[in-house]
């Protein structure tokens, strides 16, 4: 295919404004300093281990990941526009071809994102909280101990064949697929754990481990919590009398509505988080007499001329500066670990377009990074799942209408009996 044709293909596929390039749905500004982390100083490389016996329970950390360094944007970049997952781009060899042609393309302006904002810190905070996490379970839950969380990027390293080659190596034979989203999609959470059961066929190990899988938390009590700390916190920001006015903006990663249609649990999911968000936060007695600020929830990140979900978060703040609204609070409801999305698309582009419309007060919540209660609820959200004797989710078979992908929902060599025999 020439230069040309591939061009014609991309004005199609593509929009101008690609943004942050990861379609997932895991905030500072990228000259923020996080103020309220328990831990401080991490560097993105990895961190001490965990443990030096074996294993009994390992808990696989599963998210879309990020370069840790900008010159790795290529191969980030590469992985994810070839994932049929998430962007479907004909599938097959022209697929491939594709995302190399648009990788070839974008890295340079990508690269420059990501050199902005100091390369992606989501394997520092995802390995931080993996092992803080299992602290607490080896301490709360001895009878699975020792617990040691390894980390499974589907577009940057560490890999999903990475972890497994790990996992192996340390002897490991249980294994918990821990979903770092919180809502389910098939284009986050559906497409690692596809990638993971490819990856575990490719490399026959069918009958290495045994498996369970959390494969969504958008209600949990802790993160919930967690979020509503950092929406506290953010009001901090704003003067005590401009508190009411303030506009609390929940923005999550949009998805195709080819998606959506197709009975995609995500939008509901994420509704359904901001509801909960909303109901402690107008239980709070300080909000209360300081008065509730109103809410909305608006989608980010879209790619390309198809419909994505709506109201965009960049149309968002247009119209609330047309509507001479001068103090909005952003916060991340699909986001858990700051990562590219937040601080550069919202923590740069956004702030800029809030500055040009007139919002003169606009600030963001950290993401959930390194909180102590965030970090808790991710010990209770395996705990739990570990008591409950269940391999996933009552959600979790549910397929989308249509779906033919051969490994979507399901499960290799399963923990509990209930699934042996399906």
Not at 58 to 70: C, T, V
Not at 196 to 204: N, T
Not at 259 to 266: A, C, I, N, R, T
Request: hydrophobic share 35%.
């Amino acid at each position: 295919m020439t230069s040309k044709a591939m061009s014609l293909v991309l004005r199609k596929l593509m929009g101008s404004r690609v943004g942050a390039l990861s379609l997932s749905p895991t905030l500072c500004s990228a000259t923020t300093k996080v103020q309220h982390s328990q831990w401080r100083g991490l560097s993105n490389e990895a961190g001490p281990e965990q443990a030096t016996q074996t294993p009994k329970t390992a808990i696989l950390m599963l998210n879309m990941g990020g370069p840790s360094h900008p010159n790795d944007t290529g191969p980030f970049l590469n992985r994810l526009f070839s994932d049929g997952d998430i962007i479907e781009l004909g599938g097959g060899a022209f697929q491939k071809l594709l995302a190399k042609f648009i990788t070839s393309r974008r890295t340079p302006k990508v690269q420059d994102q990501y050199e902005q904002i100091g390369g992606s810190p989501i394997k520092k905070w995802t390995q931080l909280q993996g092992e803080k996490m299992c602290e607490i379970l080896d301490a709360e839950r001895p009878e699975s101990a020792p617990h040691k969380a390894y980390t499974a990027f589907r577009y940057a390293e560490p890999l999903t064949d990475d972890a497994l080659q790990e996992m192996e190596k340390d002897g490991v034979e249980r294994v918990v697929a821990f979903s770092q989203y919180p809502q389910w999609s098939c284009t986050t959470t559906g497409s690692s754990m596809n990638e993971l059961w490819r990856q575990i066929k490719e490399r026959k190990l069918e009958d290495r481990f045994s498996w369970s899988i959390i494969d969504r938390w958008n209600l949990q009590e802790g993160f919930i919590q967690a979020v509503t700390e950092r929406i506290l916190e953010g009001l901090q920001k704003f003067e005590e009398q401009d508190r009411s006015k303030v506009i609390i903006l929940f923005s999550a990663h949009s998805v195709p509505m080819k998606v959506v249609e197709k009975g995609d649990h995500y939008v509901p999911e994420v509704a359904a988080t901001v509801k909960s968000v909303m109901q402690r936060l107008e239980s709070n007695e300080l909000i209360k007499s300081q008065g509730v600020p109103r809410h909305i929830l608006a989608w980010q990140s879209k790619v390309g001329y198809l419909p994505w979900m709506v109201p965009s978060t960049s149309k968002v703040i247009e119209g609330l500066g047309e509507k001479n609204h001068k103090h909005v609070l952003v916060v991340p409801v699909a986001f858990t670990s700051d990562h590219i999305e937040t601080l550069f698309e919202i923590g740069i582009e956004y702030a800029e377009e809030a500055k040009e419309i007139g919002i003169s007060h606009f600030h963001m919540t950290e993401g959930l990074n390194g909180s102590p209660t965030f970090i808790r609820a991710q010990a209770d959200i395996v705990k739990d799942h570990l008591d409950s004797g269940k391999n996933y989710s009552n959600q979790y078979k549910m397929k989308c209408i249509g779906c033919t992908k051969p490994l979507c929902r399901q499960i290799v060599n399963p923990a509990f009996s209930s699934d042996r025999t399906k």
